[in-house]
Structure formats: C-alpha cells, structure tokens
C-alpha cells in the first residue's frame, strides 16, 4: 500500500511536471472524420457480431454519436442477441441492462410480455440490491424498460429507501465505495451512483424530496474539487489510491463521472452550479486525446463527449483552427471554426481578434477585430492582418461572441481561447560587403557582392589580415531582422571545417575574421578554404545554407608543438563496404604419368611374381608338407585364410578404411591368426622333429 | 687362341657356382627365388620413377621399400632356416617363419599407410 502510494505519488508528479513544460495555450480540435474512420476500423466485424451484448451497445452508440449509418447485418445480429437474452430463463441484471441499452438504439422486435416478464426479476433484484453496480443495473434497466412500458415506475418509500442506500456507500469527499465491504472510494463509482439516483428520480411516481436533490448536489460539487487539472486547461479525474485489480484509466473514469452528471442534469430542472471552465476543461480532456487507440477508450471519449454536449447551459463551445502556420508570400489568412465539441457548426455568432502576444512577452496589443464570415465554407476568417504584425510567431487570443443573449445562455465557452500563430514570410538579405582588412590600416575597399548567387566571391588574404563580412537582413514589413541561426563556415579543401557565429548589431549583420589570432585554431593549414553561410529562423521561409565563394589563405608552418587537425571522416562505404574481389591462385597440379605408361608398368610388376610361380613350379615345390589329419588341416587352412584376411584388410585399408578401424580389425585377424599359426606351426614343428628322429 | 683366359675363368667361375648352388637345399632355393621376384620389382619400380618423375614421392618410397623390406626379411629368414649356420641351431624354423610372416604383416601394414 505505501509502495503504491508513492509509486502513484511519483507518477503524479511526473505527470504534473509534464503538464508544466506543457505551453499554457493548445489547440482542440473537435470531433472529425479521422473519429469516424477510426470507429469504423475499430467496431468492424464480418458477420455483424461483436463480442458481447457491452461491445455492440459501445459500437452502436459509437455509431449513433458520429453519425455513421448502422449495417444491417449488425442490426439483425444485435437483436438477435437481445431477443436471446431477454428470453433466457435466468438473465443477470447486468446482462439485462446491456440488452436493453442496446435495444434502445435499435428497434427491435420484442413483444409486449417479454419485458412484463423482466420487470418483476428486475424490482426483486432491485430490492435485494446491497452492492452499488447492483442498484446501477437494476435502475439502469427500470429506466430504459420505462421508455418500452410507461406503467414502470418506483413509489414514493421505495424511492427514498432505494436513494438511502446508495446514500450509505458515498464518502465525505463525494466519491463512493463500490459496496459496504470496500474501502476504497472511486470516481467511477461516483459517476454510476450519481446515474442510479438519476434514474431513481426519473422512475419515483411522486416528488423526490428537494433535500436529496440538494445534498447531491453538494456531492457533485465536492467530486469536482477533486478533479486534476493540466496546464493547457484539460480537466481530467483519476482514481488515486487504487489497486492494480480495478484500475480503470483517467479517460474511463472521467466518462463514468460526465455520464453520471449529464444523467443527473437531465431529471432536474435546475442546473447544476458547475463552473464553466470545468465543463470545458473536461470536454478539452477528451478532445486532447486525439483519435483513441482502442474501441473502448473511442466509446468512452465519443459518448463523454455526446453527454457533455447536451448539459444545458453548459455545452461547450470550442474555437478550432485549421491551420495556424501563415505565410505571408502566400497570402494565407487565418481562418477560425465555431463548433461544438462533436464538430457540428454553431451558427449566429461572430469570432472577434481581442489581442495579439509576442511570444514571451506578457502583454500585449489590444486589436478587438471583428472576423469575417465564410458562409460557404461555416469558417470565420481574419482578412487582414494588423499592421504592426511582422513574421515571427506570436499568440492571438480569440473570443466568440453570440448575437443573441439567450443563445449564449446555452453555451459554455471558457473565456478567451489562445493560440499561437506562426507568421512566415521571406526575408530579404542585401548589401553584402565583404573585404579584405590589413590590420594596421582600418579599411580597404570592400567587395559589394550578390549573396544570393553561391560563388561569386574569390578572396585571398594571409595570416595578417582580417576577414570582414556583412550584410543587411529585413522581413517583409522592411523591419530588420534577427534570424535564430546565422552560421558562417570555413572549408578547408582536405575537409577541416571551421564555425563562427556571425553577430548582430541593431542594423546590419557583420562578421571580422581576425586570422592572426586564428591561425592556431585553423590548425596551421594553408590553401583554398570555402566559405558557407547559413542563416535559417522557423518565420524564415528562405533558410539558406550557401556557399559564398573561396578564400585562399596564406598561412605560416605549424611548429613542432602544434595541434594536428582532426582526422576526417572516413567515407563508409570505403571503409565498411565490400573489399576487391581476391582472386586465388591455386597451385597448378602436378604432372602425372600418362595412364598408358602408368598400366604399362603395372603389367611389368606383375610379371616378376608370375615369373616367381614358375619357377617356383620349376624347382618342384609341391603341398606334400600340408598336414594330413583333419584337425590339422582345418588349422593350416585357417592360417592361410587368416594370412589372406589380412591382406585383404590392407587392400581395403587403401582403398576406403581409416587407420583406426584397420588397427582394430587386424587386432582381431592377429588374435586369431596367432592362435591358429600356433596350433599348426607347432603341428608342423612336431611332425618335422618326430620325422628327424626317425631318420636319425 | 679362342676365348681369352679371363672369359674361361669366368666361364669356370659360373660353371662352379651354379654346380654349388645346386646342391642347396629346396626350401632355400625358394626364398632365394622369392628374394630375386622382390629385387625385380624394386628395380622396375624404380625404372618407372626415372621416367615420370618423382611426384607421388611417398608412394614411390613405399613400393620401393616395400619390396626391399620383404627382401630382407626373406634373407633374414634364409639365414635363420638355413640348416649350416651354426649360430640358428636351436631355432626352429616353424618359428623362424612365423616370425617372417608378422614381420612382413607389419611391414606391409605401414607400407599401406604410406601409400597414400
């Protein structure tokens, strides 16, 4: 709870110091058709079915503020959803209330004895209602059903008793709890307790007692104490202390108190003693949001807005400018609407120019200029301006005033409306002198030069003389001028630049290059330099960043200790771009043998080992030692398999296997070759030894 | 007249040696001629190499050796079966020949791996 508390303290703050940097004069623009186009974005469906019986209600009153024309497909699925809802056997009050709502923006179809039906579930519910949104949707729904069937009404002890009970749950500082069980006290809340007493009042058969109307009053009177307020006159309520479950935005909030309001304006006669400046104020809050970013938040500004129009006595009437840049080469006037805050054109009344403001200065001219009226196209327009306005940007402070003095009974205006207006015009520059000064002798002659034309100035000087520059600068009214940038810049060719500021006197623009004490500051560098001025100013509509001509400089050599001038930029693309394509050069393959040599010499080694065999076959050699028994036999000829096994491995191992595999098989043909050679060397040795001593 | 006398002691030399070698034992003569079958293949192989070159050089160097190294062992073998040398008396030659056969196994082994 502390956490909270400072956290929301902390977001106050930031808020209200954001509201001070905000300018004291702002521009509303009432209701228009980016509003229209953003409900249509927003409440679109393919099939004409919103999400729930609350969505449709929001995008069909939506529709019916701004004026959009309701698709039929919507239409029929909305009732459709009504029809449902009203006949199912066990609908909540809230779910009642939202149908019925909507059903008061469509006609729809619904026999007499469905809503006879609902009637007495509502006035049960409405007499065990503890909690506040139970007595809101009851009520709610008692005072649309009246619209269906006048014979709905409340007598005069239920009223009160009904009244007390909403009563019970308010708070000394005009906001209410939601029910007995919660501490908190809300805006919100207030706004929907404010809506149900309203709809009590409209529903009881008798008089509600005046004591009620004027202890509500005093309520309303203390909820708007506590309205928050930004700097641009926007009146706005926001729930302080709240926890992150129920938070509801300044924007929600703030509607759910307006419609409270206008409901309870609508059932007294009298009106309610809000000041102006809130009423307004609160119709400048949700016009200052723009377009909304969702359907929920455009709901509740439209239908605020909608309810705020139609407090009578308080509709606020806002002064909205199309444009507030005017350039005097194009002859553009400044053009102000009257509307209300839905955009809808109020007629018979003038706009007068009371007084115009230099910007910073707090007073200002008193003019009292009377607009003419556009009738083709509904705008008041300033024909001309007063003499002494020059460009630059000032504030000018309209005030609309009514033909008839009962119609400005009707409407509320907040007193004068300031805007800043932005002059623009083309500043002239002549007389540009340029010279080089020796610096003993005070004048040369200087050079008139055109500074309109780039490069018409080629100069020459060295590190003794001055540099003089200056020229003559006036606004359209032959005023002189100050512009907010007058730059003159210094190129040297390798891309050193050098910025002065260029200094004004009363008459003309001057600036003195003393090269002598630059000489440091320009890094010792001799050569062609550039010369560039840049004059710019937001009134200026013929900013300029020129080049003037070239200079070359004579300089002395940079001493040993010298600065070394700034590196320059290095181009991007030459650094970060693609390097040259490297192209590699391979080594060239090594000649080989011509493949019929290479076979040629490989028939010529197999003939050493054929010659081999023969011989071998010549000398006689012959099996007659290969062992007999049939033990033996297997053993020896396992040998030579085994021998054999094993060269094939070693072919295999050139053609395809790696070492390791290899090692691993010829462990295995070793094992066995060593077991098996064993067995039949040893046979072979036995038979050898027994056949010696038997010879011997 | 007729043939010199150095052609006739040559003659009578050969004539000498071969009536010797004769007398040599079967299983002897068949290494020897086993030794001479390696010794021709070292010699073409190197024959070959003279005419194109040395480029795979560790292929060259592993033929080579291999026949040379066969050779050897097969004289190793020679000697130790060879029932006049003393020194191998008690040797018997089922195992001197098991042992040419893992000797040569192994050779042959790193013979493949240099072949590349």
């Given amino acids: ?696 | 007249m007729g043939r010199s006398t150095t052609a006739k002691d040559a003659e009578a030399l050969v004539h000498s040696l071969r009536s010797a070698y004769s007398a040599t034992p079967t299983n002897l003569k068949i290494i020897d001629f086993y030794i001479a079958f390696a010794v021709v293949t070292a010699l073409i192989q190197v024959v070959y190499m003279a005419i194109v070159g040395s480029f795979p050089f560790n292929s060259f160097l592993s033929g080579v050796l291999s026949c040379v190294g066969t050779a050897v062992l097969a004289v190793c073998l020679r000697i130790q079966v060879n029932k006049e040398n003393k020194e191998f008396k008690d040797l018997p030659p089922e195992r001197a020949f098991a042992d040419f056969v893992l000797c040569n196994l192994v050779l042959h082994l790193v013979i493949i791996n240099f072949l590349g």
């Fill in chain 1, 1 to 696: 709870m502390e956490a909270f508390m400072e956290r929301n303290l902390g977001l106050f703050f930031i808020v209200a110091l954001c509201a001070l940097a905000w300018a004291t004069e702002s521009i509303f623009h009432p209701v228009s058709e980016q509003h229209r186009s953003a409900a249509l974005e927003f409440f679109s469906s393919a099939d004409g079915h919103f999400g729930s019986l609350e969505e449709t209600y929001e995008a069909l009153r939506t529709f019916q503020v701004l004026g959009i024309e309701k698709d039929a497909k919507i239409q029929t699925s909305a009732c459709a959803s009504v029809i449902e809802t009203l006949k199912s056997p066990t609908p909540g009050t809230k779910q009642i209330f939202h149908a019925l709502i909507t059903n008061s923006l469509l006609t729809c179809d619904i026999g007499h004895e469905a809503f006879q039906g609902i009637q007495s579930g509502l006035t049960d519910s409405l007499n065990d209602a503890t909690a506040l949104l139970d007595f809101y949707y009851a009520i709610g729904s008692l005072v649309l059903l009246k619209g269906q069937t006048p014979e709905v009404s409340l007598n005069e002890g239920d009223a009160n008793r009904i009244v007390q009970s909403i009563k019970t749950l308010s708070q000394s500082d005009g906001r209410w709890r939601l029910n007995s069980n919660n501490p908190e006290s809300r805006f919100d809340a207030a706004g929907m307790a404010i809506e149900a007493i309203a709809g009590v009042i409209s529903l009881s058969t008798s008089e509600i007692n005046q004591n009620v109307i004027d202890a509500l009053k005093n309520d309303i009177v203390k909820l708007f104490d506590g309205i928050q307020r930004y700097d641009d006159g926007a009146y706005y309520f926001e729930e302080k202390l709240v926890d992150a479950h129920g938070y509801q935005g300044p924007l929600s909030v703030s509607a759910a108190v307006v419609r409270g309001i206008a409901a309870f304006a609508a059932v007294t006669p009298e009106s309610l003693h809000l000041s102006d400046e809130k009423i307004v104020g609160l119709a400048k809050y949700f016009l200052g949001i723009g377009v909304p970013g969702s359907a929920k938040d455009l709901y509740n500004q439209i239908d605020a807005l909608a309810c705020i129009n139609n407090l009578k006595g308080s509709i606020p009437l806002l002064l909205s400018f199309p444009a507030t840049v005017i350039s005097s080469t194009k002859n553009n006037q400044v053009k102000v609407k009257a509307t209300n805050v839905l955009g809808s054109v109020i007629p018979n009344l003038s706009v007068k120019l009371m007084q115009i403001f230099t910007k910073g200065s707090k007073d200002g001219s008193v003019i009292d200029q009377k607009l003419k009226y556009d009738h083709e196209n509904e705008v008041h327009v300033l024909e001309t301006l007063p003499e002494s306005i020059d460009i630059g940007s000032y504030i000018f402070s309209f005030e609309a005033v009514f033909y008839d003095p009962e119609q400005k009974k009707n409407y509320a205006t907040g007193g004068r409306t300031k805007v800043p207006i932005y002059i623009t015009g083309v500043v002239s520059i002549d007389n540009a002198e340029i010279a080089i000064l020796d610096s003993d002798s005070g004048s040369s002659e200087s050079i008139k030069f055109d500074i309109n034309r780039e490069n018409t100035v080629s100069l020459s000087a060295n590190h003794l003389q001055k540099m003089k520059l200056s020229f003559h600068l006036s606004t359209p009214s032959q005023n002189s001028f100050k512009p907010k940038q007058a730059f003159l810049k210094l190129t040297h060719e390798s891309g050193v630049e050098h910025i002065f500021l260029v200094g004004s006197s009363v008459k003309k623009f001057e600036i003195v290059l003393d090269f002598l004490g630059l000489v440091e500051k320009l890094f010792y560098l001799s050569g062609k330099y550039s010369i560039h001025l840049t004059l710019g100013d937001s009134a200026m509509e013929n900013s300029f960043l020129r080049t003037l001509g070239y200079i070359e400089l004579d300089l002395p050599d940079a001493p040993e200790k010298a600065p070394r001038p700034p590196p320059q930029r290095v181009d991007v693309y030459s650094r970060y771009g693609p390097k040259p394509e490297i192209a590699h050069i391979f080594r060239a393959p090594e000649k080989t043998a011509p493949t019929w040599l290479s076979n040629t010499f490989l028939a010529l080694v197999i003939i050493p080992f054929i010659g081999f065999i023969v011989l071998l076959f010549g000398l006689g050699a012959n099996f007659k030692g290969f062992p007999k028994t049939t033990a033996s036999a297997a053993f020896a000829l396992l040998f030579h398999i085994g021998i054999a096994a094993a060269l094939l491995l070693y072919v295999a191992f050139w053609i395809k296997l790696d070492l390791f595999t290899t090692l691993k098989a010829l462990g295995l043909i070793g094992a066995f070759l060593l077991v098996v050679g064993h067995k039949t060397l040893a046979y072979l040795a036995a038979a050898s030894s027994s056949s010696k001593l038997k010879s011997s």
